[in-house]
């Protein structure tokens, strides 16, 4: 069976400092792969997506940046952090179409 | 283009009773469309999914979703609620694939559920 494995859980971070949240998923191949964010009290917004190694889409423009270097592997970063980045992240795969699996997400506080 | 409407932001019913959450959606192609639970801190759990299959969806925990095309919804129920049931609730519309073939999700802004002793 497939597995999502997303770490840290939670983080604080200082203004300025950079930022590197990893997700990887087991027990399937060339998935697609998603971050999400979401802000307290609101729906989730689509950061970047990916549908395969070194491929990436930004979905809006901000702070952060996404890579993939491996095929299961899904990595997201910031070089300096803003207040405004603060949120609950969560990684996502799915197969060729239809539905998403989530990880269980990072709580990010920036101070 | 694609939308997706929950009608509620919160809603509040006691134990043992209906569960009601109500969802519109909008798209220009035959939609997927799914429910998610998240609870406190986690991520979100798929509850059930409609691929234009049977338009009853039955998913986990009891719930069940009615896919109906004239009027564009897809509201959730469950007959008799329990206290694990309170958690907050996504409507999700997919199906109009971004290049590739990396799959569109567009969320809801979620309904909350609280459960009354």
């Known amino acids: 069976s497939q597995t999502i494995h997303q770490w840290p859980a939670t983080l604080v971070q200082p203004v300025g400092s950079p930022l590197s949240l990893e997700c990887t998923v087991e027990?399937?191949?060339?998935?697609?792969l998603y971050w999400y964010r979401q802000a307290a009290g609101r729906g989730l917004q689509l950061l970047f997506y990916?549908?395969?190694?070194?491929?990436i889409s930004s979905e809006v423009p901000q702070n952060l940046s996404a890579s993939r270097p491996q095929d299961r592997q899904f990595i997201l970063s910031s070089k300096k952090l803003l207040l405004s980045d603060s949120g609950f992240y969560l990684c996502?795969?799915?197969?060729?179409?239809?539905?998403?699996?989530f990880g269980q997400g990072t709580r990010l506080t920036v101070v | 283009a694609q939308s997706v409407t929950q009608l509620d932001s919160h809603v509040s019913v006691s134990e043992g009773a209906l569960v009601l959450l109500r969802c519109n959606y909008s798209?220009?192609?035959?939609?997927?469309l799914f429910w998610y639970v998240q609870y406190p801190n986690q991520g979100l759990q798929l509850l059930l999914k409609?691929?234009?299959?049977?338009?009853l969806v039955k998913g986990i925990n009891g719930f069940e979703a009615e896919f109906k095309k004239s009027e564009t919804s897809f509201h959730l129920t469950k007959p008799s609620a329990h206290m694990s049931d309170a958690a907050e609730y996504f409507c999700?519309?997919?199906?109009?694939?971004?290049?590739?073939?990396?799959?569109?999700?567009?969320f809801g802004q979620g309904t909350r559920l609280t459960i009354n002793p």
């Open positions: 996502a795969w799915s197969p060729r179409g239809t539905e998403a699996f």
């Open positions: 027990g399937t191949s060339n998935p697609n």
């Open positions: 990916s549908v395969g190694i070194g491929q």
């Open positions: 798209s220009s192609v035959p939609p997927y």
């Open positions: 409609y691929t234009s299959a049977a338009t």
């Open positions: 999700v519309v997919g199906g109009s694939p971004f290049p590739r073939g990396a799959q569109k999700l567009v």
